[in-house]
């Protein structure tokens, strides 16, 4: 596999696994919210701070266009398509489940990508959704495709998408947690477009102005996005994503309530779980990306250590004024070559004496293989030590 690959992919393992973290000591008493389920994510350090229910199954609704969102923005980052970009408006977008939200396309008009972006995030544009696909991805099968493989590669095991709307399907099914990673992978892969359409609070298109379905917007200034679902079968659920300072360190919470009995539940609920996770933990900077926590013995390398911490800035997540410890594990022996991301060991951190994450830690900088004599040199003293060769 490629280096390039094999970072990246240590990257997304990363957000996986920071997802499935749990804050220490968790001795916070969880709010009691009458939703099928929910899940708050401190998306800064990557804990789950509480949750119920979290890998159950569950209808996502229009939540569904989170990852129609997520999918037009790599196409936009990877210049396949551009915001003034005109699509077509098919038949297929226009008659799409009449009755249910949309932003009132018409056959045969074009529509800018920027516009239906605008439909699909605020005004939850089943037709926006529709458009999008085939401006994309040249047809809705094609773009489904794409998103069931970004759902694969972002680790979202228990997600399947059979539509970019999410109107009722079978096949269209997510749980609270992997709709909380997907979250958060949008705002840190898409820094600059996260906020810029979801946290918009109305829009008019072909003359006619819908109000964003995220009533948060309006309640809270630090809500800046995200999505509403609702069908009859799934409730009311929401996403919602909320950034204060806190210190010098802008954190960020993610909360995921889904299937609530009104739209008023949903935003109750979501209010009352992002109040309780600023309010109760305090997310503290563990490292700074790109700085040496350590440099461990390398064996047979061009250099005999190598530099090691984290690619970008690491945080936990803890109750105010609890006692943080680190622990380095460097593994051993090391031997070279070794490739800038490659982990070389692990940090152990504790919270008031419990054990409370694991972190892997990587190697800043290339170490490349000794020459011919170092690297018999180095054989030798590792069989000496025990170490194997």
Not at 191 to 200: E, F, I, K, N, S
Not at 228 to 236: D, K, L, P
Request: glycine letters at 8%.
């Amino acid at each position: 596999m490629p280096i390039s690959k094999m970072v990246a992919a240590l990257a997304c393992a990363l957000c996986i696994a920071a997802a499935h973290a749990q804050p220490s000591p968790a001795a916070v008493p969880v709010p009691g919210l009458p939703a099928r389920a929910w899940l708050l994510l401190d998306a800064t350090s990557g804990q789950v701070l509480g949750a119920h229910d979290p890998d159950k199954r569950i209808e996502p609704a229009s939540l569904t266009k989170m990852m129609t969102a997520y999918v037009v923005f790599q196409a936009l980052r990877d210049h396949a398509v551009g915001r003034d970009t005109r699509v077509t408006v098919s038949t297929r977008a226009w008659k799409v489940a009449p009755g249910s939200s949309r932003m009132f396309l018409e056959p045969g008009k074009q529509a800018t990508i920027d516009e239906l972006l605008y439909g699909l995030l605020v005004q939850s544009g089943n037709d926006a959704a529709i458009a999008l696909a085939e401006g994309v991805a040249g047809s809705v099968e094609a773009f489904v495709e794409r998103m069931n493989q970004e759902a694969g590669e972002l680790g979202l095991a228990s997600t399947h998408f059979s539509n970019p709307h999410g109107l009722p399907d079978p096949q269209t099914y997510s749980t609270a947690r992997d709709l909380s990673v997907l979250a958060a992978r949008i705002v840190r892969d898409f820094p600059d477009l996260a906020g810029t359409y979801d946290a918009t609070r109305q829009y008019t298109y072909n003359g006619i102005t819908q109000p964003n379905r995220n009533r948060l917007l309006w309640l809270d200034a630090s809500v800046d996005g995200m999505k509403t679902g609702h069908t009859e079968s799934a409730g009311y659920s929401l996403v919602a994503t909320a950034r204060r300072a806190s210190g010098s360190i802008q954190r960020r919470l993610i909360s995921v309530v889904v299937g609530t009995a009104s739209d008023r539940n949903r935003t109750r609920q979501s209010r009352e779980l992002l109040e309780w996770g600023f309010r109760n933990f305090e997310t503290v900077r563990l490292y700074a990306g790109g700085d040496a926590v350590g440099s461990p013995r390398v064996w047979k390398g061009a250099r005999s250590a190598v530099p090691m911490g984290f690619q970008r800035d690491t945080y936990i997540t803890v109750r105010p004024g609890a006692r943080i410890e680190r622990i380095l594990h460097p593994a051993s022996p090391l031997i070279a070559p070794l490739a800038a991301g490659q982990r070389v060991g692990e940090l152990e951190v504790r919270v008031d004496g419990e054990p409370a994450r694991r972190l892997p830690l990587v190697a800043l900088q290339p170490v490349p293989a000794a020459s011919w004599f170092g690297r018999a040199w180095d054989g030798l003293r590792l069989w000496l030590h025990g170490l194997g060769a």
